[in-house]
């Protein structure tokens, strides 16, 4: 590992502020919506009250939606698409729900009363009066997979006459009830939108509705409580049990929880100042805010000679609590996936023809290949070299004559692996043979990108590889599952030591622990002294490695005002002169927003010295390179074009893409220096990983593992946490995860022994 490249001989000092960071109202939602826009609390977190730190004031200019007027389908557009799908789905399923879950008949004590109050609330006889425990679920039988319909092309749809959004009236009326309770009138619009009809009474009925705009905190709720009810505030308050409930559940979300087990919930509730925190959580089931569900666990030891079977016996089970969409997401994810395990796949050739086609690859592509033949979802694991061998599979089910596609969680992924299979990626109306079947997940859904969906709505296609699949959540997990037609094959294929998702789940992870497929994990080792860095780190071990191109170089600081310095440094003229990579093909990564190194402060020293400019496009010029957040966990890096009435013309992924005037300052950051949630699916030549003293709390193994590994052939590594790094490596895994798709799949799934 050599040190840093020879630094350039002139003075490249920029003046960037150093001391604490205070946000204006430049930051607008990005700053209140960290969690959402890319990097949330690395790997889930512990309890779910100490997520998402921002404040109302950062929300206060969240802007309400409007149309975008594209010629084609935007990102924007296809997320929209999707989430309209989601919404469908989940009104579908909630239809299927048949009666209460039979559970328990011998329990006893707080898990009989739990039982009896989630059946009260179910049969709509009265909500229960008594603490919660944990009957025993009987798991219903899988229902026939409902699928989402073929969207509709949006040039064949027909288009809004205007913004769609709140009526001026409703947003008026919302902002006088804020003015009297204290609280930002820039809130009105997302109130408003949340709210719905009525949305100005319902807020001055209950004010701790406000708890549910993004970026407002319970003790924000309270003080405008406080203003609007006067005397009637307290903290016994059911209103305010019920939306700090809610709120501390979405809070899980946004830490990868789908659901919280019920002592954590209590005991953080009871942390937040909630007097009762078991009628919190009765309250919240009975206006059908959260579900109660419940898991049978394991039993532990052995059963003593003469004791009974176990037949009709209590069973241990634990009780959670979650928000209806992360839990019916999960449980079609569950379905799905044991649809694909339990059906045999669809013969597209003979047995004769696989064979010969895994005879001509070689090594752990030929055992991919053979195992993709006979089972319906396969998991295959590896670092950067190993996607080689899902391409050659793709390769080889195309010779076999099945409709086979690639898709990625994001537009860097895509790219990524369309690259490797030689071709740019495909387009809807792309069908030549230089085009290249990688799509992105929703495009693929949603009909922007890839082969549609056939009569019944199910994706036209025989079989879908999914590369990066650590990044998908339950949510697109789910869609994808129930998406795939009956016969249909799904290959998830992944490095599990990256990140887990930004959205709630680990699906990934959670399939390789269930172990209710086959996993084919490659021998393909990632090439060079970056590939031993980083294989190294992913089991836990930090060594030198002998880099005689300056492939590593460690860059110690003393502070964060040097790490900022040395950054820009290395970035504008360090790498491009000693590694031969210019600055447009380097890579900024820290671990957060914030902060005197974070990405703000980076992305105002590095626009300074690359791009410099008034910033006369709400902040941004021509040129400036840039990181498009259009909804939650969507990430699209770009670049400026132009602006105009329209809005900000950015060039994001090879498409144009147009971002409204009141939706720059929430969705649109400057993007030299990125998150490594941010970077995920993307590689880079080369990697600036700048790691300051004050991000020692945020470093983890699949951090650094992430961070590092985003760089192809050089990486420079500017560090002032000193021996917190190899600590990191060694002693701190990714952060634990409530998730239950383990649990759900193992009834569904028979056993092999």
Known sequence: MSTEPEPATEDTTHAVDTGPETPGTAETAGAASDERSGEPTEGGGEAAAQVAEGGAEAAAQVSEGGAEAAAQVSE?????????????RIERRKAEKQGPIDAGGKLSGSAADLLAAVRAV??????????????????????????????????????????????????????????????????????????????QDALRADPWLLLRVAGVRPEQADG???????????????????????????????????ALELPRLTATLAQRGVPDPDAAVQSTLAEGEALALQDALEETGARREGEPDGEG???????????????LAEESLADGLARLVNSAPKQDGSAA??????????????????????????LHTGGEASLAEPA??????HALGLRAWAAAPGPLG?????????????????????????????????????????ADGALDLDLLVVVDAPQLDVEAGALLAESLPDGA???????????WSVGPGRVFADLLAARVCPQIASRRPDPGPLGELVSGIGIGELSQVEAPGKEVVIVPVRDAGEAVHRTVQLVADSVPRAIGVPAEETQVITPGHGGAAGTRVLNAALKERLNPGPGRFGGFDAGDRVVHTPASGRVLPGRVVTADAEGLHLSCAGETVIVPRDRVEGSVRHGWALTAHQALGGRWPAAVVVLPGDAVQALSRPWIYTAFGRAARHLSVVQGVEQALPRAVAEIPAKPRTTRLPRLLAPQIPTTD
């Open 76 to 88: 924007v557009e296809a997320e929209l698409a999707a989430q309209r799908i989601e919404r469908e």
């Open 224 to 258: 405008f409580a406080r203003a609007l009810l006067g005397a009637e505030c307290g903290p016994d308050d059911e209103r305010r049990g019920r939306a700090v409930t809610v709120w501390l559940l979405e809070q899980a979300a946004l830490a990868g929880h789908t």
């Open 122 to 199: 179910e049969s709509g006889e009265r909500p229960a009066a008594t603490v919660f425990g944990a009957p025993e679920p009987a798991r219903r039988p899988a229902p026939e997979p409902v699928r989402p319909p073929r969207p509709v092309p949006a040039e064949h749809s027909a288009a809004p006459a205007g913004p769609v959004g709140p009526a001026p009236e409703a947003v008026q009326g919302v902002r006088r009830v804020l003015a009297e309770g204290g609280a930002p009138e820039g809130l009105a619009p997302q109130t408003a939108a949340l709210l719905g009809e009525g949305a």
């Open 489 to 499: 094959r799904l290959v998830l294929a992944g490095d599990p030591a990256v990140l």
């Open 414 to 454: 895509r790219d990524r692996f369309a690259a490797l299979l030689g071709a740019a990626p495909a387009e809807p109306s792309s069908s030549g043979p230089k085009a290249s079947p990688a799509v992105t997940v929703t495009g693929l859904l949603t009909g922007a990108e890839g082969p549609g969906r056939d």
């Open 353 to 378: 023809d696989w064979e010969q086609a895994a005879a001509s690859a070689q090594g752990s592509a030929a055992e991919l290949i053979r195992a993709v033949a006979g089972h319906g979802l396969v």
């Open 313 to 327: 016996e209590e069973r241990p089970v634990r009780v959670l609590i979650g928000l209806e969409r992360y839990a």
């Open 392 to 397: 050659a599979l793709l390769r080889a089910a």
